[in-house]
């Protein structure tokens, strides 16, 4: 039977065209470290997850060789976003909200109680949570999936109520349009503006004005649903 540095291999060749930093950066550790894994080092379990959430595989396959690469049961992966200050609710009923229904961010934000969610989301020990919504785009990605669901809390305050290099959820204007996006939120060097950052390299970062900002709210979890191929 294979090792596991055998289907580590596999998984480098297969869906990185055998580089191993590409595989790295998408797992979320160093070149150093795969090269120590192809060479027979157990990986950490923080590896091992995030190897079968990104590359949506059986982790039976991966710890032990039997059964397929490609996960066949469908299976929920929750990832927590927690402050310092986060208090947990041991279990809360979040609504799930469609974007194109509730015709954006600042519509639902507005009129929240106005708005009838597609369905609830119950899960123990999360932050408390305003709401959920899918992701669109590939700006996260491989941490968030178009998709994938986040779930947030509204900030009130935009203006002194940021956490900088923290996850959001954020609407904002330009030529009268509403854009909205899911990205890290930095200082900008300009004054009165914030710095968009994406997880995914092949976006740029962006500085736009706190201004234009029209809604934005912390993402506190988000939640994956892996399936067959």
Request: net charge negative; with cysteine; glycine share 6%.
């Amino acid at each position: 039977m294979s090792s596991i540095s055998n289907r580590i291999q596999e998984l480098i060749n297969q869906f990185c065209h055998g580089n191993n930093s590409e595989f790295a950066r998408i797992v979320g550790t160093s070149e150093a470290n795969v090269r120590n894994y192809l060479a027979g080092t157990q990986p950490r379990f923080d590896i091992l997850q995030a190897i079968v959430e990104n590359f949506d595989i059986n982790c039976q396959w991966l710890l032990t060789g039997r059964g397929e690469m490609s996960a066949k049961e469908p299976y929920v992966v929750a990832n927590k976003f927690r402050l310092m200050t986060d208090r947990s609710v041991e279990m809360q009923r979040v609504p799930l909200y469609d974007l194109e229904a509730t015709a954006g961010l600042v519509s639902l934000f507005l009129d929240t109680h106005a708005k009838t969610p597609i369905d609830y989301i119950s899960i123990p020990d999360l932050p408390i949570c305003d709401g959920a919504v899918y992701v669109r785009g590939d700006s996260m990605y491989p941490l968030l999936k178009s998709g994938d669901i986040v779930l947030y809390k509204q900030i009130a305050d935009m203006q002194y109520g940021i956490f900088w290099g923290e996850m959001y959820l954020i609407a904002f204007n330009v030529d009268g349009e509403e854009y909205v996006a899911i990205k890290y939120v930095q200082k900008s060097d300009q004054e009165g503006y914030i710095r968009l950052v994406s997880y995914n390299p092949h976006h740029s970062p962006q500085d736009i004005p706190l201004n234009r900002v029209r809604a934005m709210a912390l993402v506190k979890a988000s939640i994956r649903y892996n399936t067959m191929r």
